[in-house]
């Protein structure tokens, strides 16, 4: 598994250049958006930086040669999920580090465990969200992935309407399924108790993801 880590991070150094381009795009743009802007910019690019080894390894017939070596299809899964989680936390530390700086150079007044906690909060949902996409790009490759991603994305909205929908006509109270109802509900709850929730749910899916990748590769022949 090292040299699989090592492989992946040798092509994120060959991509140096377009690195440096979303450095600077991020901090010009924090000084005309949230300073948030700048953590989940980095962290979404970070988190989803496998996906681009994922490319180069399928680039060429790299696939079959890559498993003429001494890894199997579950290492390789595994490795791919370590260096996402490698990769989500790297970028959100920089990002993190990238936001104190625009915010210092920009006099503002800023609560430091106030701008941690929204910062940290950020974290489960791109951890659910690279843990989503590496199955389905390992299933279906990096074309096929995005254009599945996107028809899962509809699917879940379109359900979420129409079972507000439904709710909406069974039930005999619809202010039970308005949203700001909801929302006043979910204000009253602790961040605390969020953030460790979204933790949970987000390492469930995680190892859930893995599993379900690691199937995928052993059955894959090459």
């Not at 680039?59 to 989500?88: C, H, Q, W």
């Not at 039970?176 to 929730?197: C, G, H, Q, R, T």
Request: proline share 3%.
């Amino acid at each position: 598994m090292n040299a699989l880590l090592e492989k992946d991070v040798l092509i994120l150094i060959k991509q140096k250049k377009l690195f440096f381009i979303y450095l600077v795009s991020a901090l010009m743009l924090s000084f005309a958006m949230d300073n948030s802007f700048v953590v989940t910019y980095f962290t979404m690019i970070g988190s989803l930086l496998v996906l681009t080894t994922i490319s180069y390894d399928t680039f060429d017939n790299g696939m079959p040669f890559l498993m003429s070596l001494p890894v199997d299809g579950k290492t390789y899964a595994r490795e791919k999920f370590l260096f996402s989680l490698i990769g989500l936390f790297a970028s959100w530390t920089a990002g993190v580090i990238a936001q104190f700086l625009s915010t210092i150079l920009q006099h503002k007044e800023f609560d430091v465990l106030d701008m941690l906690s929204m910062d940290i909060a950020f974290v489960p949902i791109f951890l659910i969200i690279v843990s989503l996409m590496i199955p389905i790009n390992l299933k279906y490759g990096a074309e096929k992935g995005r254009i599945v991603l996107m028809v899962l994305c509809g699917l879940i909205v379109g359900i979420g309407f129409l079972g507000k929908k439904l709710f909406s006509d069974f039930l005999t109270d619809p202010s039970k399924i308005n949203l700001e109802y909801w929302i006043a509900k979910f204000s009253s709850i602790p961040k605390s108790v969020i953030v460790i929730a979204g933790f949970g749910i987000a390492l469930v899916i995680y190892v859930v993801a893995m599993v379900i990748s690691s199937g995928i590769m052993t059955k894959k022949e090459y």
